[in-house]
C-alpha cells in the first residue's frame, strides 16, 4: 500500500507563474515532510521541509502548506523558473521509524519559457 | 573536496555476477540508507544505517547485502538473488536525530545494468 501518494505524474506551467504540486498521506503517524527535486540520472536534491507542528513553511521562492485534517501538503513555487523544470518527490517520516523516509513517486513538472 | 560520493557512475554486469556498489561520505553522518529508484516507482529502502557494525532491512531488502565497518563507507552488494537488478541506486547519508531533523542528503547515484 502506498503511503505517499503524489496523484500528477506531471504538470506544466507558463515561466513566471505559481507551481503547485500536491501529495497526500495515509499514515497517521507521519509527523516530518520533505520535499525534494531530482534532475534525471542525479541524486535528488532536499528543497524544504515542514514538521507537523506547523501548517506553512517558506523559503524563498518554495513554500510548503501541510494540511493535518485532510493529510495533504502542496509545495509552491512561485515565480516558476525554466531551471525548475525536475521531478519533484514528497517524502514523509514518522517518529520512532528510525527516521525512514517514505517517498511518493514523483511529478515532473515542466516549466515553459 | 566534501560530501557523499559513490562509484562508479555507471557499471555494466552480466547476469548471475554479484557487484558492489560503494558510497562514502566525509561529512561526519551517522545514518546511511541505500535506495533504489525505477521508472515511475519513487525511491524506495533497501537497507540503512543508524550506526557502525549495525544495519537494518528496508522495505525491498531481498538480493541486496550491506555492511557498516566505518562510519564513512556503506558499500551494498548486489546479487545474483536480486531478480530485477537493473535501475538507479541512491545512496543517502542523514543525522541520527531527534524528531524535524532528519532531512537525508543524496549522492550522486550509480546507474547499473545488468546484460
Known amino acids: 500500500d502506498q503511503q505517499v501518494k503524489q496523484n500528477s505524474p506531471s504538470l506544466s506551467v507558463q515561466e513566471g507563474r505559481i507551481s503547485i504540486l500536491n501529495c497526500d498521506y495515509t499514515?497517521?503517524?507521519?509527523?516530518?515532510f520533505l520535499w525534494y527535486k531530482k534532475y534525471p540520472a542525479e541524486g535528488p536534491t532536499f528543497l524544504i521541509s515542514?514538521?507537523?507542528?506547523?501548517d506553512k513553511n517558506e523559503d524563498g521562492r518554495f513554500t510548503v502548506f501541510l494540511n493535518k485534517s485532510a493529510k495533504h501538503l502542496s509545495l509552491h513555487i512561485v515565480p516558476s523558473q525554466p531551471g525548475d523544470s525536475a521531478v519533484y518527490f514528497c517524502?514523509?517520516?514518522?517518529?520512532?521509524?528510525?527516521?525512514?523516509?517514505?517517498f511518493g513517486k514523483g511529478t515532473l513538472l515542466t516549466v515553459n519559457p | 573536496d566534501g560530501g557523499i560520493t559513490q562509484s562508479p557512475k555507471y557499471l555494466f554486469r552480466k547476469e548471475g555476477q554479484n557487484v558492489t556498489l560503494s558510497c562514502e561520505q566525509n561529512l561526519n553522518h551517522d545514518a546511511m540508507y541505500w535506495y533504489r529508484q525505477d521508472p515511475g516507482q519513487g525511491l524506495r529502502l533497501i537497507y540503512y544505517?543508524?550506526?557502525?557494525?549495525?544495519?537494518q532491512k528496508g522495505d525491498i531488502a531481498e538480493g541486496y547485502s550491506v555492511s557498516r565497518e566505518k562510519k564513512e563507507s556503506f558499500p551494498l552488494t548486489v546479487t545474483s538473488a536480486q531478480k530485477n537488478p537493473t535501475a538507479f541506486y541512491l545512496c543517502?547519508?542523514?543525522?541520527?536525530?531527534?524528531?524535524?531533523?532528519?532531512?537525508?542528503?543524496f549522492g550522486p547515484g550509480t546507474r547499473l545494468t545488468v546484460l
Open positions: 499514515n497517521s503517524m507521519f509527523d516530518y
Open positions: 515542514i514538521s507537523s507542528i506547523k
Open positions: 543517502a547519508i542523514g543525522p541520527a536525530g531527534g524528531p524535524g531533523y532528519n532531512e537525508q542528503f
Open positions: 544505517s543508524q550506526i557502525v557494525n549495525d544495519f
Open positions: 517524502a514523509a517520516s514518522a517518529r520512532g521509524s528510525n527516521y525512514k523516509l517514505t
